[in-house]
């Protein structure tokens, strides 16, 4: 099957500060003809994450960054519409780091199939996927979260925020967090029974507000943002607590260095334990985090939101949303029909 219309998006320049729609161009790419063992995918979903904004600057990282006038990549889930590779029948849906456009051809090597499941394709790029396996990780592996522990989440109303928040309260934690809507507050409390949210857009002191949303301080503290958030809850910390540096969003489009937290001698007083952590590098728990959300998916114990753009020419938009707040749950695009 010759494609001629498959799009594709590539980042023209890089970004100064929040990245704007001139940043990225929609380029037409035909797919050619199949070789022996080489299957077709039609992508049907594609994922928009924080951490492409790094890529996006050319800097030795974790990982490499994206070339410019080349095809983004990213997480996407699709389906083999021609196969000459019997191991990717017709019709198998896969998981691959190949979005950021619509169609593509791959020898399998870069493709994993999705289990059968009663769970919309699309939760592999979150809830099950990427954003799920940080949240529980960061909770468990890095903060070594226990039972009865005040927990404090910053972008709360995230793909990953909200599933922390999710967690904690399974663990029968308190949990307060932070977002940027009152409408996102709102979701928390009454749909996923978070104990307080602050929003730290209308704030007139955000110490002051996550001190009065933890009444007994903070044990664990789920860095989404950095910057202020973090200054604020190192002065709230709990003694021997414990924070896990998921992310720091407040940062990524920043054009100059960033003052850091004046109070850093917080960590010894409160005799802290601050990690870092990259989820990739903890993939060999994947399997026994998505038996554990299996589960809890089908005992409707936690439960998930998406914000979805349609169609790829939307995807730098989707990707400029993150960092203004436009998504509740997991940012998704769908590609191909409505
Ligand atoms: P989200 O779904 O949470 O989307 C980003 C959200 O961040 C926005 O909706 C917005 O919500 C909030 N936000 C944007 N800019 C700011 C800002 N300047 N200050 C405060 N809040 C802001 O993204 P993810 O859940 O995918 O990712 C959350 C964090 O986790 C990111 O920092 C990401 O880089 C990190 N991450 C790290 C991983 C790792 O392996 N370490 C893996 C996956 C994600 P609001 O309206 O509340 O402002």
């Not at 940043?23 to 037409?28: E, N, P």
């Not at 989820?279 to 554990?292: R, S």
């Amino acid at each position: 099957m010759y494609i001629e219309k498959n799009r594709e998006i590539h980042l023209q320049r890089r970004p100064q500060g929040i990245p704007v729609a001139e940043d990225f161009k929609t380029v037409a790419a035909p797919i050619a003809e199949l070789r022996d063992g080489e299957v077709l995918i039609k992508n049907r979903w594609m994922s928009v994450d924080p951490y492409m904004r790094g890529r996006m600057i050319e800097r030795k990282s974790y990982i490499a960054p994206f070339a410019l006038n080349e095809v983004l990549s990213g997480g996407a889930i699709g389906v083999v519409v021609e196969s000459r590779n019997p191991a990717f029948p017709e019709g198998t849906k896969v998981y691959s780091m190949n979005g950021w456009r619509e169609y593509f051809i791959s020898c399998g090597k870069d493709l994993h199939s999705l289990p059968d499941s009663p769970i919309p394709e699309q939760a592999f790029l979150g809830i099950l996927g990427m954003p799920g396996m940080t949240a529980y990780t960061g909770l468990n592996k890095i903060a070594g979260l226990k039972e009865g522990d005040n927990v404090f989440v910053s972008a709360a109303s995230g793909a990953v925020g909200a599933i922390v928040c999710q967690i904690a309260k399974l663990k029968g934690c308190y949990v307060a967090g932070s977002v940027g809507s009152d409408d996102k507050a709102r979701y928390l409390q009454e749909q996923l029974g978070v104990d307080a949210v602050v929003n730290y857009k209308t704030t007139e002191s955000l110490q002051a507000d996550i001190a009065k949303s933890c009444p007994a301080g903070i044990d664990v503290y789920f860095e989404n943002v950095g910057g202020a958030h973090l200054e604020a809850v190192l002065n709230l910390m709990n003694d021997h607590g414990r924070i896990a540096v998921c992310g720091m969003i407040d940062q990524y489009n920043a054009t100059e260095p960033r003052p850091g937290p004046a109070n850093l001698g917080q960590i010894i007083i409160k005799k802290l334990r601050i990690e870092g952590f990259i989820v990739f590098e903890h993939w060999d728990g994947y399997p026994a985090f998505v038996q554990q959300m299996s589960q809890w998916i089908e005992q409707e114990k936690i439960s998930w939101k998406e914000t979805v753009y349609h169609g790829i020419e939307q995807a730098p938009e989707a990707f400029i949303g993150l960092f203004l707040g436009k998504n509740t749950g997991k940012m998704l695009v769908k590609l191909g029909d409505k």
